[in-house]
């Protein structure tokens, strides 16, 4: 017989044809349990997915996007409840079901695919056993379910799916195991994936991938989709209509189009305004920000929850909650909590102003140079060279974006600028002109406090058993000229230089929320009055509204101390507002560098090139997607010639593959451009130039 056999569970769902919706929640209201209080997280919310439709959720961390899909799944925490309202898949009431209807629901109707896979993947299992298991919960036999693994892996665009089936997760790079987590959830055909931001921890090319194909399998399959992100422009490329959270409520919903077009709630315009803009830099002025921060739950009783920090609040707003109001736009209907919804757009921008950060001095003193920076690393018996014959200067005052895809390796280049790993023979360091050691344990007390690094997580960078002030002041300490009065007075300067409320200062960082936890790590990192900071992804988990804060402090802090950056992001929004210059690396070499406005104007090397192309943008329109072939390959054996070929779309012939490109100098007269390539700079220019 064809096809497979039949599922031990009750069947769930109503038929393809069924006019019912993917997912329908009628007046929701979950709270948690917590301290002997109960506190709503959702309070009220409405919204329905159609068949084969993609619905974007948005809003900031706590407003309670991961609380709706776990509420769909019926898997909340044990503190967590259901006051009020219903939820139906397919026309089916999730609450109405006994534990094998609710477990038919799981393994047939919706799946789900979480932010970090990693943490999805069993680390002691196959993939093939872990993704044939996938299969054998719908009732496919052990040899069905392998024979079905391998077709799937295929479908998801993964390369030697044998090879992958045999591999353990840590083996794979993040991007392959985020698509290996989409074939598990795609294994029972779903009539829904929910996906709670599946592309936080991927790079720009790698984020393309995985969300061209879950166009293109919803396209094949019909499957509708909710996707939760803070990534304003993956929902705009993503989603046919979006809802925003806030605070628990539903404050706005509508096409996708619309509402980033013509938002009519203060809070879609503050997040909207937040964004880093296309061809836009620190040069330009400041990010817009949204003041204050996200209340707590349940925590506002009357009025509109999102008055306390809305510039168009009166005293209507204190004391009524606007009703869903309710308007025709371009592409459908659009609502909108907002009393004052029709002049949501002419809200006041922050007033929280600075003079505009100074660009960077060309002929101002070099602050940190590097010259034939090279990393080695023995791996079982093969040499894997991270980092290949790398130089760059970093002048006082200016920040050196590093760009590339994941293991190109920009965090080992900043390790080593650190000290935090030793160079291969050959290479030298210098900071303010001087001669500087390679490991940081041969560095004297100043040269330490010089270089300092903000991480990507502070979690994991800041001890969770100290206050924030013993944190700061264990940094100040070790400052030989700061004693009682002058190290209190110090710690306020540097809280204030922050914006952090000194109200926090007797605070564990574990009740902080993640931009404070950040402005506390940036704080101690300037505490020795460093000369370089490296900032390592510093603001990729953040949401958009306290990334902005954050990037306008740290142009705020350079403004006013000149100190350098080294940052590194995936985000080339990011980097282009907050760079003067740009390094593309691309298996620990250095393929192209710039001023950021050349980087993105062009001529571009290739892989730049593939690079941008891969940026989503909000309004759901980017350039035409340029997809690089194949996976990175090893630093253990790179490719011969030029090492970017085995991938490159603009590949001439064999001159790429036998000899190393030269350095080509694309910039103008006194601005470094260099590109290492082939391709002379004006058939780049030629080839680059959009169509008119």
Do not use: W
């Not at 898949?89 to 079901?97: E, Y």
């Amino acid at each position: 017989m064809n096809g497979p056999p039949p599922s031990p569970f009750p069947t769930f769902g109503a038929a393809k044809g069924d006019q019912a919706d993917a997912l329908t929640i009628v007046g929701l209201t979950v709270a948690y349990r917590s301290r002997g209080r109960e506190r709503e997280v959702l309070q009220d919310v409405t919204l329905r997915v159609r068949r084969g439709e993609a619905y974007g959720l948005v809003g900031e961390s706590g407003c309670g996007k991961s609380t709706a899909a776990l509420a769909v799944l019926r898997y909340l925490p044990r503190n967590g409840r259901v006051k009020a309202g219903k939820i139906a898949i397919g026309g089916r009431d999730v609450a109405a079901l006994d534990a094998d209807a609710l477990r038919g629901m799981r393994a047939n109707a919706v799946s789900m695919v979480y932010q970090d896979p990693g943490r999805a993947l069993n680390p002691s299992l196959t993939i093939a056993r872990q993704v044939s298991e996938a299969f054998e919960v719908t009732g496919a036999s052990a040899d069905d379910a392998l024979a079905r693994t391998i077709d799937m892996l295929r479908r998801v665009r993964i390369a030697s799916p044998e090879r992958v089936m045999e591999s353990y997760p840590h083996q794979l790079s993040g991007g392959m195991q985020q698509r290996v987590v989409i074939a598990m959830a795609l294994a029972c055909n779903p009539e829904l994936l929910i996906l709670d931001e599946p592309t936080t921890g991927l790079d720009a090319t790698v984020e393309a991938e995985v969300l061209d194909l879950i166009a293109q399998l919803r396209a094949e399959l019909g499957t509708a989709v909710l996707f939760i992100s803070h990534n304003l422009a993956v929902i705009g490329r993503m989603c046919d209509r979006v809802g925003v959270l806030y605070a628990g409520k539903l404050v706005e919903e509508g096409t996708t189009a619309d509402v980033f077009a013509q938002p009519r709630h203060p809070y879609t315009v503050g997040l909207l305004r937040c964004l880093p803009r296309a061809g836009r830099g620190k040069e330009t002025g400041r990010l817009d920000t949204i003041p204050g921060s996200l209340p707590l739950p349940g925590s506002i009783a009357q009025g509109c929850i999102f008055a306390p920090r809305c510039k168009l609040a009166d005293e209507r707003c204190l004391k009524e909650a606007p009703p869903p109001y309710r308007v025709a736009s371009a592409h459908g209907d659009q609502m909108a909590r907002c009393h004052y919804h029709e002049r949501a757009q002419t809200l006041p921008r922050s007033t929280e102003e600075a003079p505009l950060p100074l660009a960077a001095d060309a002929s101002a003193p070099l602050a940190l140079s590097a010259r034939n920076l090279s990393k080695t690393f023995r791996v079982g018996d093969e040499e894997v060279r991270a980092v290949h014959d790398v130089s760059l200067d970093l002048v006082q005052g200016e920040t050196l974006g590093l760009v590339g895809e994941s293991g190109s390796g920009k965090t080992t280049l900043a390790k080593l600028l650190l000290g935090l790993v030793s160079p291969d023979k050959g290479a030298t360091l210098e900071l303010d002109g001087a001669n500087l050691p390679e490991r940081v344990t041969q560095r004297s007390d100043e040269q330490v406090k010089s270089l300092q690094i903000v991480f990507q997580n502070p979690d994991s960078a800041l001890n969770r058993a100290h206050s924030v002030r013993r944190l700061i002041t264990r940094s100040l300490s070790k400052l030989a000229s700061l004693h009682g009065d002058a190290k209190e007075k110090r710690l306020h300067t540097l809280t204030e230089a922050v914006r952090l409320p000194e109200r926090y200062l007797g605070s564990r960082t574990r009740h902080l929320s993640g931009g404070l936890k950040q402005r506390v790590a940036i704080a101690r990192a300037f505490a020795g009055d460093p000369r370089v900071v490296v900032c390592d992804e510093p603001t990729s988990a953040l949401d958009v509204s306290v990334q902005a804060a954050i990037l306008n402090l740290l142009a705020d802090l350079q403004r006013e101390r000149r100190v350098s950056y080294v940052f590194i992001s995936h985000d080339l929004h990011v980097v282009r507002y907050l760079s003067d210059r740009i390094a593309v690396l691309y298996l620990g070499r250095i393929m192209e560098i710039g001023r950021a406005s050349d980087i993105f104007d062009g001529p571009q090397h290739p892989y730049t090139e593939a690079l941008l192309s891969s940026v989503p943008s909000l309004d759901g329109t980017h350039a035409k997607r340029i997809r690089l072939s194949g996976e990175l390959p090893s630093a253990a054996n790179p490719p011969s010639g030029c090492v970017f070929h085995t991938r490159c779309p603009r590949k001439i012939g064999e001159i790429c593959e036998t000899e190393t490109p030269p350095c080509r100098h694309a910039g103008d007269a006194g601005h470094e451009h260099a590109i290492h390539c082939h391709i002379p700079i004006d058939e780049l220019r030629a080839l680059q130039r959009p169509a008119s």
